[in-house]
Nanobody, 115 residues
Framework: QVQLVESGGGLVQPGGSLRLSCAAS????????MGWYRQAPGKQRELVAA???????NYADSVKGRFTISRDNAKTMVYLQMNSLKVEDTAVYYC?????????WGKGTLVTVSS
């Protein structure tokens, strides 16, 4: 089993930056695909960025060129660097770990982009 704890959310002005962190506990972290999802008020949860166990990444079109996902298997951490933030990036951001037929979720961290 994997436990995930997100941190790094907060209030930021449009154009600003934040780095989200996800601390994972449990075994075989390096074998999990990791992802960041977000859910804005009144909307469905959506994939923001993902990174495979081999390090391949993919991004939602809305964040390409602005967000970067990375992982540190030695520290069992996943990060989401968010630059050039927009008001529409406001959401609760969730960390996800997935492998085969199982996946795990953190409780989320709130990102608010507002002037």
């Amino acid at each position: 089993q994997v436990q995930l704890v997100e941190s790094g959310g907060g209030l930021v002005q449009p154009g600003g930056s934040l780095r989200l962190s996800c601390a994972a506990s449990g075994t075989f972290f390096s074998t999990y695909a990791m992802g960041w999802y977000r859910q804005a008020p009144g909307k469905q949860r959506e994939l923001v960025a993902a990174i495979t166990s081999g390090g391949s990444t993919n991004y939602a079109d809305s964040v390409k060129g602005r967000f970067t996902i990375s992982r540190d298997n030695a520290k069992t951490m996943v990060y989401l660097q968010m630059n050039s933030l927009k008001v529409e990036d406001t959401a609760v951001y969730y960390c996800n770990a997935a492998r085969r037929t199982v996946d795990y979720w953190g409780k989320g961290t709130l990102v608010t982009v507002s002037s």
